[in-house]
């Protein structure tokens, strides 16, 4: 019983530390950029009634909102939540990780490190249980995902396709379209993702 309530406290004090990074820091970086609320809402197609209560640290903003918000700023999500390397060198402890995400079940997506904006390069760190799925409503053109199973069974859909990834195995996937992690297994699925996705304009290749 007392695990239990310790893992429920920890929860609930990860939540509002993100929370209130995520409302500071998006009040600076939009008055930084001179951008009103309705102005920001609509170059990042967010409500303004969402980024009202983002920045009174009321809101848990999903993680597709974070990356429209940080798009139409010039930033990253690695800025928002306080994780951005610096150069030459700057290590994230592990306390210092930002949960993004929280399955049902008790899945997670946790951001590790990142880059500054606008340019976003991610480390994240993502637990499904069996029957989670996390949808995506994609990227901006040419994203791209690198992703390493440690444990258990990936189903990655893409568009009308399932690519099934298991353990010990890696996948490259551009990720512009709407896609999703499933696990669909019986057993816990743990992955790494890195997620490079570029403001600057370049030339697409195939995978």
Not at 50 to 74: D, F, H, Q
């Amino acid at each position: 019983m007392k695990k239990k309530v310790n893992i429920s406290t920890e929860t609930v004090v990860d939540v509002e530390r993100v929370s209130t990074t995520v409302s500071q820091n998006l009040k600076m970086f939009r008055r930084q950029s001179g951008l009103t609320l309705d102005e920001l809402s609509r170059k990042s197609g967010v409500s303004k009634g969402m980024l009202v209560e983002i920045e009174k640290g009321s809101a848990n903003p999903s993680i597709a909102t974070l990356c429209r918000a940080a798009t139409a700023l010039g930033v990253s999500v690695a800025d928002f939540v306080g994780v951005a390397a610096s150069v030459p060198v700057r290590i994230v402890p592990l306390e210092d990780a930002s949960i993004l995400w929280r399955g049902p079940k008790g899945g997670s997506a946790t951001l590790l490190v990142g880059t500054h904006g606008p340019d976003e390069i991610e480390l994240w760190r993502w637990t499904l249980f069996p029957g989670e799925i996390f949808e995506s409503p994609g990227h901006s053109p040419g994203t791209l995902e690198l992703l390493n199973v440690e444990t258990g069974e990936l189903t990655l859909k893409m568009a009308d396709s399932e690519h099934f990834v298991q353990a010990g195995s890696s996948v490259l996937a551009r990720t512009e379209e709407k896609h999703a992690y499933m696990n669909c297994g019986k057993n816990e699925l743990r992955f790494v993702m890195a997620v490079a996705e570029l403001q600057r304009p370049r030339v697409r290749t195939a995978l």
